[in-house]
């Protein structure tokens, strides 16, 4: 490596640091603060359940937190994938004062639902039976479930605040599979289709590296379709799809990668094997299926208490049967064969080929 160009991948890597720091501490500020509010992850009153697992291992914890961003760090020096948009190019001082206070003033709500048990507001006479009855809750307790535009544009606030300002880097982590999918090919030709692609933020990391696939957006929610139609907008060829995962209407072999991104947990038993069988059908044969998800039970024995923690205080009634799915035989039986897998902090990415 010449003078120049390390001198260059130092004052790169030192703005990766100092921008990754100031990033974890203001979203680790905000989880501190909606803690405060929220309380303890039992509500009052509410005997914990006794614990399965060994305590959490702190150590182990922190630990991973820094290997991720160590990672982050080592796919963008060899070029893996570019400096990230958000450290690229971060929100305004007023964006982000709007998104705090916006985001603590929710937190309030948050608490009053998690107190209540408030988890089915979103069910009312307007709402059933134009959405399945599983979608209709408030996951997380959060406001107006998946159905506002609020909700929606309050979303990455809240989910870099859960993960202290490690969800991009972990979501980031898909990309190298996304990369070895298109060694040799041109990305023109690529068709991706992303599964519950939320206010579109993964999408936009992918087209930021390869502008040219041809991407589409699924979502059932029409105001996080909206949000991802607004984060997306810069970029050409992107399909927006209103449509459940599990049953999406599209064409046979259609795609030559899937994504699902925090999809999976959030659907019941029954509907992730469906979803499965459905990326089979929509999967052009040697199609490649990117499941990028929590990590479930023994993947980090020393965290294993935290996801058994975790539906309990942010009602998600389905994350601990995805925690103990045994995913290459749910995948096998909706005709897929697991090909690789990599642990990234709290999220885990494991590829699957259409068998
Ligand atoms: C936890 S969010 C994940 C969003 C995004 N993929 C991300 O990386 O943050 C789940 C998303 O999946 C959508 N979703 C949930 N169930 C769905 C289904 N059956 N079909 C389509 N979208 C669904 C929700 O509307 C929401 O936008």
Redesign the pocket.
Known sequence: MSLATSATTGAKHAFYGASQLARVAWFTGHYLAGRRKMGPIARPGEAPAADAFAPLDRERLKQSFRELFRADWSHIKSGAYKMPLELRRPPSLSRLLTRSRDYLRDTENVARRKYANGHSEVMNEETAGKYPRY?LQNFHFQTDG?LSAQSADRYDMQ?ETLFTGAAAAM?RQALPFIRRALAGRDPASIELLD????AG??LETVLDNWPGIKASA????PA?LGKAQTTLSKFRHVRFIRA???ASGLGDASFDIITA???FH??PPK?RLETAREAARLLKPGGIFLLVDTIQYGDEPGLDTLLENFPRGFHEPYYDSYCRLDLAGEFAAAGFEKRDERLAFLTKVTAFAKA
């Not at 599964?195 to 939320?198: A, E, N, R």
């Open positions: 979608y998946w989910v979501r599964l519950g692609c939320g933020g993964f699924l979502d059932l929610s996080y459940k995962a599990e991104v925090y999809l959030e659907l509907i």
